[in-house]
Each structure stands twice: as C-alpha cells, then as structure tokens.
C-alpha cells in the first residue's frame, strides 16, 4: 500500500452522461486537468463527498486512457444520490487505485474469453473489456453476453452497438426479461441465453451481476463443461475501507479488498460459504 493511496485527491468533474434511468457515468481528471492515478482492469476507487458519505465505486474505463478515468455510478443511497445532482465542473474527492485487478496479462493472455453481466454489473467489466479491445492481438475471441430488466436499463448500449458490435472476433449477445415493444432482440434471463448459447469450454469466463445471477449462470456453465478454475468474478460490492483495516471484507482468512476484489471460484470454493 503507497502512501498516496490512502491520501484523497480532488477530481474535477469533465463529462456527465445518462447511461440509463438511474445511472450515470462521470469521467473526472486531476485539478491540473490530468488523469488522476494508474490502474489495472478491475481496480477500484472510493469516491467520497465531505459531509455527505463515500463509497468504493468501479474505476470503468479502460487503463489505456490516459487523459482521464470513469466511473459508472448507479443511484441507490445518499452518496449516489449527492453524486446524481453533480454538474460538470463540481469537485469530488478521489483515493486509490484499491484491490488486484483481472489477470490480463496472466491468465487471460491468449485466451478465448467470455464476458457475462447482468445490469450494472457491466460497468466492472468494462474496463477488462476495453483493455482486451485496446491490446487485440494479445487475445483470441471474445464473447459478450449482457442482460437488464429493460431496453432502457442497458448501460453503455450505444457503445455496445456502435463499437463492440462492429469489432472482428469479438460477438454481443443482448437480452432483456421481458418483452416490451420496440425491442427485437433476445427475451431472458441471462443464465438461460448463456446455455442456450453453448459456449466452447476452452474460454475463460467472467461474471459480474446480482448474486441470484451469478449463481444460475455458474451452474450452467458447469453444466456445460466450464471448470471453477476457469470462471473469475468480482466482489468489489463487498469493499468498505479498501485497505484491510476495518475487517468489514472478510470471507474466512482472506480480505476482499486486500486479496480480491476478482477471484476465480476455485478460490472462492475454498472460502467459508458466506459470500
């Protein structure tokens, strides 16, 4: 842990943008209009506003920006409530970069990999998948299964369609749960189109969602042939001081925010089952 970690830095708020009804992204820079810290895919920052609170919030864009960093912010408390009112130019206190990233260079290099999300559970995913995007050539196939509630609760839709859609070797698969007009895609849930899609068992995974989601889409890419071994997610949600102090993160002898927030389930086997 370096010492500037721990100290918060102001970000000045540059960009606002309305992802869905209850989430936005803000992208932020330095006072001096540069980009504040490094990070690797899967880090997080904690996001702290004097007076009001703070929350531990997924750095969402990809380290190979060097301009300035995102975050995706959805609305559900009092933090993320202040941070909604927020308009371009408004001061945040930023401090990190906290947790281990995503394997990129490891695990995942060369790899045919498969990215699932359900909701805001695509903005931890984004940074991995626009790095992947950034550094091509040092990965096979990539595939993408993203699901919400509705049409209108997709974040980061335009991009998905504009860029990812239009990308060699790389596959979307969109769905929503229910059927509503105007939309022609997939009508699921996510575990479902994920087995209906029979992935090939030699991609290494990814799953970042509400748990009931994570837990169907494990069981069914096990039931496909997938190994723990082979399937990573991200805890970041459990995070809280982000230095291994307050001991609020911890699952048996392992604190999310020190050795975490990404683990394979082969390592979260090992854990007690509280998480």
């Not at 209850?22 to 540069?34: A, I, N, P, S």
């Not at 290099?109 to 995007?133: E, M, Q, T, W």
């Not at 919400?148 to 504009?162: F, G, I, N, Y």
């Not at 790389?170 to 209906?196: A, C, Q, S």
Request: charged residues 25%; glycine residues 12%.
């Amino acid at each position: 842990m370096r010492k500037e970690e721990l100290i918060p830095q102001v970000g000045v708020v540059t960009d606002i943008r309305q992802e869905t009804g209850d989430v936005k992204t803000f992208r932020v820079v330095g006072t001096d209009g540069k980009k504040l810290f490094e990070h690797i895919p899967g880090q997080c920052a904690m996001l702290s506003v004097p007076g009001v609170g703070e929350a531990m919030i997924s750095i969402t864009s990809s380290p190979t920006i060097k301009e300035y960093m995102e975050f995706a912010v959805k609305k559900v408390g009092v933090l993320t409530s202040w941070l909604h009112g927020m308009e371009v130019g408004q001061e945040i206190l930023i401090r990190g970069p906290y947790g281990n990233g995503f394997p990129v260079e490891s695990t995942f290099r060369g790899k045919d990999l498969l990215f699932i999300a359900g909701g805001i559970g695509l903005a931890p995913l984004h940074s991995v998948i626009n790095y992947c995007r950034a550094n091509r050539a040092n990965y096979g196939h990539i595939d993408v299964v993203y699901g919400s509630r509705t049409k209108e609760d997709l974040v980061d839709l335009a991009e998905m369609q504009d860029e990812w859609m239009n990308e060699k070797d790389m596959n979307v698969y969109l769905t929503i749960d229910r059927e509503e007009e105007g939309w022609d895609g997939h009508v699921g849930f996510v575990p479902n189109y994920v087995k209906e899609l029979q992935f090939p068992t030699t991609e290494t995974a990814v799953i970042c969602g509400p748990p009931v989601m994570i837990h169907f889409t494990l069981q069914g890419l096990k039931s496909l042939g997938f190994k723990d071994s082979q399937v990573f997610t991200t805890m970041e949600m459990r995070m809280k001081c982000g230095i291994g102090k307050c001991g609020r993160c911890n699952i048996g002898d392992k604190y999310v925010c020190k050795d975490g927030p990404v683990f394979s389930f082969d390592q979260l086997g090992e854990l007690p089952d509280e998480y």
